[in-house]
């Protein structure tokens, strides 16, 4: 984005010396307002426009493109005018923009999915603009254009407009509206509805363009050549199939989280910005075509004239609202502790996997349904007794809610009912709409009536106050019916996208008092469902109800796409219920499978399980056999270890929009292997769908095949290169502790395909030369403040840190993203810097892969370090450990140099000679 904006700025003949103050001055104002509110101001700029023969040029003085209007064939393209080429343009062999009407039925029987039968009508296309004009303050450009009348109909006008031009965001929008359009037309008998359509098209000549986003998508994420839909719907499964079947049923593109905003990786990004139904043709119909539907008569398209896509992510996020940091307790592993052992009290399970199989989790997933039925009522005092027990453990403990009221949930019914709280039927404006959910009938609140929302803000607060919650799955708003009519004065056509985004700010709005802090409350709310929004409500994503299987279309593999597309369409924080949810014509949860998810887990933006399902029996737990309870152990500890490096990443998601799932187009934007564009033919086998970067320091490719032991990884060019972490990570069963391991650097400049071992408790992982990651002590099980022995919570430790080290290949590495607690560590030249942070003085214990033994070591404070007999001399907890000194050993078998440094502080040094 710098460089974007100097290159701008130094562009010969844009007067650099004053652009290059105003710019700064823009970017220091963004930068300020960003850090406050996570909200870009959207204070657009004037623009020139200049007729030229038969174009008009369309320009602002800060930005590095410039938009070219064809007025005798409608179209535009826009123009770089650093590199003089075309980064976007709509095609001259067809018209890029039409517009009609859909007539068709629907079904109303289950609101989950839009059932639909019909077809456009009265297609009329634009060719020939009429008049142009420069509005009077110079913020936008207008053309008029017509259709030619005949004697059957009369000639219809579309105004096409482009304004809000935001230099910062590289940003400017499209705006079409068709006038005299027919309006929405809704009947229930017989069922029938219209509607007007608007379709734009633009051209990708260039085979190798590709296209990501799109909200959460399950096949994959490169999306040339398929037909997608935006309208938020029940996320759809597969049937049992081979693993490499696409279909989802009952609707095959349905998804949680539809989101019409798309990714090139030729240096552009764009939104519909709408809530009505929307559809991206990406060369299906015709090659090479890209057609962008909307069911409406207008509609707005926002452009960022980005180089990358991860530039253009940081825009769409800046212009959206940024996702606030969670709490640190949000990272650790989640358990959900029902169904562990039948029968069982959930408390006792807590403790039996906290304390005698040391299994790490801070947040138990509990499932007390709010609503439908008010499931808490009545339950007040055994609640509170069960939450403060978990508590004392340093568990966080949550519930549930969604946005439906059944019928027989009484008296809330009828007191909703009543003051005209829920949605109603378009031509019933006083009855409440109600509908079929899970074998009963509910009717769904109005979060646009002022009153509707206070009083379930008012159920929240209730739940976090009185009951001791800390937070709930906040589940379903997919249903909407497209015959509802709201309070707002819109219908559920309009209404039924935007549902999810309004569902949630209800509760960011009644927990985030503080708008200019950049944390979130100490509380966690997650969901399914979404929209355009859901990214900056919302700090916790799961992805719906995966199959139990292995399959691509909504097994195991579908969740790391659906994680990825999401992290790409703006949601930071994802993962997917570990052992799936789905299990009807299923065989039970296999340990094999239960085992790799765990490992996905892991590696994903939240770890959380699944213990029960739908139709689910024989269900392999945690402890049903000690191979799972040992990999469950050892990628709790792993994930609840590296909870510093984790939760750094969040910060970074709130300052750049990138999550904490990265697909490799937001780093390799130019490697075709890496962003799935070519699969080179001597390697047929690579899944690059599904592997990733979790963070800024490690490459994770999990495996998501039944039966595979061995890996194929492609490691995209670095210039550090990459380091096998997982293949010498050593796990001591007795204390839970990693121990890292030396191997050579690879695919330095130069990528390279790797094949890897990875038997059942392997996830093969690779890490940047060059990085440190900073990891807690082994002995920590909870990431919250916990009062019953013998668990030891983060707090216990805050003064012992462990650095994992990978030096590049001149002995030097660092911390990729910076700590959330100040300090910092630097490695140049086998001289380790310490930045203490927030706690001035503590024990470091470093681990740092060599090939070498050191034969001296010194530091700045402690003066020579003195020689230890093992690697375990080194790692005591007490300040009093290894006589209170500093020491080192060198490990030959891992080959790995261990440091204890007692009191590091601010500004302390060591230095290994070799």
Known sequence: FDKRMKEAVMRPGS??????????????????????FGQVPQQYEQVNAVQVRDTVVISNKDVHFQVVVNLTNWGFYVQDLIHGKRIIETPDFLSSFYFGQWNGDWNPTYQGYLFRNGKQTGTKFIHQVKSWSLSSDQMSVTFTATTPASSFEASSTVYFTFSNFYPPLSQFSFHANVQAQPPQYFSVDPLY??????????????????????????????????????????GAWSILEPWNSTVRYPRNGATYIPTPLLYSNHGYALLINTTYYSSFNLGERIPDVLQLTVENSEFEIIFWMTPTPRDALYSFTHWRGLSLIPPNFVFAPWKQVGNVLPGEDDIEVAKLLLITHDVPFSLAQGYVHFFPKGGQVGQTQQIIAKNNAYHSLGVKSTCYFNPYVSLSYSPVYELLAQNKWFVTQNDLPDEPYKFNYMFFYVSQIDFTNPGALQWYQGEMQDAVDTLKFDGWMYDFAEYTPINSYFNNGKTGIEMHNAYPDIYQAAAYNAFVTNSSSEFAPELVYWVRSGYTQTGRYVWAHWTGDPSVDWGIASGLPAQISGCLSSGLSGIAFCGSD????????????????????????????IMRDETAGDGCYNRSQILTHPNITHVWRKFAKLRTAMNPYIFSLAREARQTGLPIMRHHVLNYPNDLVAIGAVIPPQYPELLIAYQYLFGSSILAAPVIRENHTKQLVYLPAESEGWIDAF????????????????????????????TVAADYTQAPMYVKAGSIIV?????????????????????????ITHLWIWPNSTNSA?????LMDGSDYVLQNNELKIRAGTIKSRTVVVQMISDKTPVKVIGNRSGGFKPASGWQDLVGVDQASFNGGSGWYWDGEQQTVWLRIAGAGQDSQVTMFF
């Open 578 to 605: 570990i052992g799936g949810y789905s299990c009807q014509a299923r065989p039970p949860l296999s340990p094999q499978l239960l085992m790799r998810w765990v490992q996905v887990g892991a590696f994903s933006g």
């Open 727 to 754: 293949s010498r990570l050593i796990f001591d069963h007795k204390d839970g502790r990693f121990r890292i391991g030396y191997s050579a650097i690879r695919a330095k400049n130069s990528p390279e395909f790797v």
């Open 15 to 36: 007067g650099a010396c004053s652009l290059g103050v105003a710019t700064l001055f823009l970017l220091v104002v963004f930068c300020i307002v960003n850090s406050c």
């Open 814 to 818: 660092r911390v990729r993203t910076p």
């Open 193 to 234: 509805f219209a509607f007007p359509v608007s379709s734009f098209a633009l051209y990708s000549p260039q085979a190798n363009e590709s296209f990501y986003g799109f909200g959460q998508r399950w096949v994959g994420n490169n999306q040339r050549g398929n037909e997608l839909y935006c309208w938020t719907e029940d």
């Open 775 to 799: 990891t807690l002590d082994p002995s920590v099980s909870v990431v919250n403040r916990a009062t019953a022995a013998p668990i030891v919570d983060i707090f216990a430790r805050e003064n």
